[in-house]
């Protein structure tokens, strides 16, 4: 019984590392997935897409915007993940100050 409990334990440890390193590509596929996308709506005209050609605001503006929401979705992604670890602040079992 304790050796089943230690195996299940392990493969389910193991499972959860390889899913979460298969996950590290994500954003370099997101990047060029964008800039695709971005050549892709770049070619049409405005007829074709309104929403790229706004009063006061370029295409290469829009896309600056998007790319800025990206990154700070990602940014509070991620400080919400190392509030959740506990990654966020030094371990009080820390032997040095950390700054």
Not at 9 to 33: H, K, M, N, P, R
Not at 47 to 60: C, I, R, V
Not at 62 to 85: C, G, I
């Amino acid at each position: 019984m304790k050796r089943a409990l230690i195996g299940i334990s392990l493969a389910t440890l193991l499972i959860s590392s390889i899913i979460g390193l298969a996950g590290c590509g994500y954003v370099a596929q997101e990047d060029a997935f964008i800039a695709r996308a971005f050549l892709d709506v770049s070619m049409m005209g405005p007829a074709d897409n309104p929403a790229m050609e706004q009063m006061g605001e370029t295409k290469a503006e829009v896309y600056r915007r998007y790319r800025r929401n990206l990154r700070l979705n990602r940014q509070a992604m991620m400080e919400d993940m190392d509030a959740f670890w506990h990654l966020d602040k030094p371990s009080r079992m820390t032997e040095r100050t950390i700054p």
